[in-house]
């Protein structure tokens, strides 16, 4: 049996995967949360030297800070879907596309940020099972966010789904447990289908990259809440 454990870092929540099997990392925060990575790490009883992958939800600054760093501590994969590649390889957020007025507010503070780039070992593909690594757990392709978003289902039926959705106001500091968007979307629609399909194959909470955990029905009735409006893509949804 797996246990997830969030590690509330400084602007995003990572997740460290433990059990009978070796720790999996799950997004690694912002630059500059290194020490609280390891006080993560400490807390769960894990040494990263140990950690047997470092998988991400997607590739930005806030979820790939530290990748380069831990993964030559650690000496282990790195995982990401191929369509963030090219963010991986920049180190940079690039220009983010927002989602509704509260995207567009933040946009400026988040648009430039740089991150150590790096490279991935392995591709991470939809279905992939993680048998290998000791989790019962499938990747599914959830692009929306970023081109290369994936969410992670464990058997247990939770999910650890990046920033398919937020939770809560001010980067996940007010009501948590409030399903809401993400500021940035490269496609809002895409990201909605893609938590259709978290919906239909999680059963249990949502775990994600702010604030959260969602519980799935309090997600189920806030997705069956959005009404497509008219406009451009990224802006057709209430936020
Ligand atoms: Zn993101």
Known sequence: MTRIHPLRLRLSNAYLLTGDHRPV???????????????????????????????????????????????????????????????????????????????????????????????????????????????????????GHTRGSISLVLDSGDAIVGDLLMGGHLGGRIRPGKPNFHYFAEDAAEGMRSLDRVLATARGWLHVGHGGPLAHADVARWRAGQRPQSGSSNGQFRS
């Open 25 to 143: 990392l799950v997004d690694t925060g912002s630059p500059g949360d290194g020490q609280a990575l390891e006080s993560g790490c400490a807390a769960a009883g894990v040494n990263p030297r140990d950690l047997a992958l470092i998988l991400h939800t997607h590739v930005h600054s806030d979820h790939g800070g530290n990748t380069a760093e831990w993964a030559r501590r650690a000496g282990c994969p790195v995982s990401h879907h191929a369509g963030d590649r090219e963010l991986a390889a920049r180190g940079h957020n690039g220009r983010l596309r927002s989602v509704g007025l509260r995207g567009r507010l933040m946009a400026p503070f988040f648009s430039g940020a740089a991150f150590p780039s790096f490279v991935a070992d392995l591709p991470a593909t939809d279905g992939q099972r993680l048998d290998a690594f000791g989790l019962a757990a499938t990747v599914i392709y959830t692009p």
